[in-house]
């Protein structure tokens, strides 16, 4: 979507799909959203045909996020110490899927870095301004 107007239109992709080349002329809008609609959709949430789904991600990544000394693999980023931070997912997966712990854990992170590599490598840094 580019201003509120729909600039293209997928049917249903798979898997076996793969990826597939898209080009849009985006030259001259200011707001542009990607809308997700989906044959896939079982209880109102979007997941992969091989059940994949962002539900699924969350509920693997955040006691990692809560507890990093759990995580099993050593350690593989630079600035180590200063992560995690505010992750924007935590906040966007509270809030759809109901999740308060998400939303807990969340506020309890730090929101900014002193570190330029660790500023640069946070991309969302205001996701309250995307609810």
Same mark, same amino acid.
Request: aromatic letters at 10%.
């Given at each position: 979507? %580019?201003?509120?107007? +729909?600039?293209?239109?997928? +049917?249903?992709l798979k898997?076996?799909?793969?990826? *597939?080349?898209?080009k849009?002329?985006?030259?001259?809008?200011?707001?542009?959203q990607?809308v997700?609609?989906?044959?896939?959709n079982?209880?109102?949430? *979007?997941?992969?045909d091989?059940?994949?789904?962002?539900?699924r991600?969350?509920?693997?990544?955040?006691?990692? *996020?809560?507890?990093?000394?759990?995580?099993?693999?050593?350690?593989?980023?630079?600035y180590?110490s200063?992560?995690?931070?505010?992750?924007s997912s935590?906040?966007f997966a509270?809030?759809?899927? %109901?999740?308060?712990?998400?939303?807990?854990?969340?506020?309890?992170?730090?929101?900014?870095s002193?570190? +330029? +590599?660790?500023?640069r490598?946070?991309?969302?840094?205001?996701p309250?301004?995307?609810?």
């Amino acid at each position: 979507m %580019g201003d509120g107007r +729909e600039l293209w239109h997928s +049917e249903v992709l798979k898997k076996a799909n793969g990826a *597939i080349p898209v080009k849009v002329a985006v030259a001259g809008v200011q707001r542009l959203q990607l809308v997700v609609k989906n044959g896939a959709n079982v209880n109102g949430r *979007i997941h992969g045909d091989d059940g994949r789904s962002m539900r699924r991600a969350m509920e693997y990544v955040a006691p990692f *996020i809560r507890d990093k000394k759990s995580w099993p693999l050593k350690a593989d980023v630079m600035y180590d110490s200063e992560w995690p931070m505010r992750q924007s997912s935590l906040l966007f997966a509270g809030l759809a899927f %109901g999740r308060a712990d998400s939303l807990e854990l969340w506020k309890k992170l730090p929101a900014d870095s002193r570190v +330029e +590599e660790v500023v640069r490598n946070f991309f969302v840094r205001q996701p309250v301004l995307w609810v």
